[in-house]
């Protein structure tokens, strides 16, 4: 064969470096062999195949990136998009081995999987199970104890819990209750500093020290039904009066009223209000505003840098928790 003849080697479909490799390899001995011209043409061979590797690759990302956004909107609407993250998973492991048609392959599974994804509104609605909570104030502390109650003969699975408090505490962490096993419970507790600017619990201009009112709630969960119901104690030797309790239910369920009103709680006493519950509809279902759904193809490369991290980790927040089971 002599220099001017085309250099035509055998490359697979797939995008394989182990080709770029190989062409490297056959430069080398052209070159040391007094070849320059086939050692060019081989060179340029390798080339052209590490650049459409890093296109690839940077449309890869791109999409891992537009799939993970869109998981994660219909995962905090209330959809089970688990089969769609085991998709999402196997990309990712497919993009990083530098097998990115196969990539695109379970990136568009993964889209599908999401056309599919079934409407859950609240992880347990469906169960058997009671979230308690009591809020009270002491030693300058505000004190949220959470227990969540399984009444199934199954386990929970893992639990997160992230509780909504107003702004004036400091960010709350998400936590792992781990797996609730059948006919047990797990509880936390938070001992939260409230900035003492914008916290008052009193009566007149005075404030209630210590545990002058308490706060208990029990989300009631079964089989597709459930109702919330607000304690407020009055621990003092005031009357409470006009007091407003929120429905504060965790997302995917609503209430039948968003407030309700206790007009009188003599000292030392208690009353209590509650809220019917039901499963909330969704925002936004999947595929709405024309969005393509299969993209894997059609995105063209912008040029933009792309770090290999695909998620950020959260920073530590500045607050004590302390987590007991009873086995």
């Known amino acids: 064969m002599t220099e001017e003849e085309e250099v035509v080697m055998e490359v697979s479909e797939e995008i394989n470096l182990d080709d770029a490799l190989l062409y490297l390899k056959e430069a080398e001995r052209e070159l040391v062999g007094g070849s320059l011209l086939r ?25 891992l990136r537009k799939l993970l956004e869109r998981m994660m909107t219909m995962r905090e609407g209330g959809y089970d998009i688990s089969r769609a993250e085991e998709l999402f998973e196997e990309a990712v492991k497919s993009a990083y081995s530098f097998r990115y048609r196969q990539a695109e392959g379970k990136l568009n599974e993964a889209w599908e999987a999401l056309q599919r994804a079934e409407y859950i509104p609240f992880p347990l609605w469906e169960k058997d199970v009671m979230i308690k909570s009591i809020i009270y104030y002491e030693d300058g502390l505000v004190y949220y104890k959470i227990r969540v109650e399984n009444y199934e003969n199954y386990p929970l699975g893992e639990i997160l819990l992230k509780p909504a408090l107003p702004d004036y505490f400091d960010g709350v962490e998400e936590i792992n209750l781990g797996e609730v096993g ?22 007149d201009g005075r404030l209630l020290k210590e545990n002058g009112v308490m706060v208990k709630t029990g989300l009631y969960l079964k089989r597709g039904e459930g109702m919330y119901e607000v304690k407020v104690e009055n621990n003092s030797d005031s009357i409470l009066r006009d007091v407003v309790v929120y429905a504060n239910v965790p997302p995917g369920l609503k209430t039948d009223e968003p407030e309700k009103v206790i007009s009188y709680i003599p000292p030392f006493g208690s009353e209590t209000v509650v809220f019917e519950i039901s499963a909330a509809p969704p925002e936004r279902p999947p595929g709405e505003e024309g969005e393509e759904e299969l993209v894997m ?11 290999e991290s695909l998620l950020t980790d959260n920073d530590e927040e500045d607050f004590e928790v302390e987590t007991d089971e009873e086995e």
């Open 182 to 203: 059948p006919k047990e419970y797990h509880e936390v507790v938070y001992r939260l500093r409230p900035r003492v600017e914008d916290w008052s619990v009193g009566v």
């Open 39 to 63: 050692s060019s043409k081989l060179s340029k061979k390798a080339r052209e195949i590490l650049q459409r590797a890093g296109e690839q690759h940077r449309r890869t990302i791109k999409n």
């Open 297 to 307: 193809v059609q995105v063209e490369d912008e040029g933009e840098e792309f770090s």
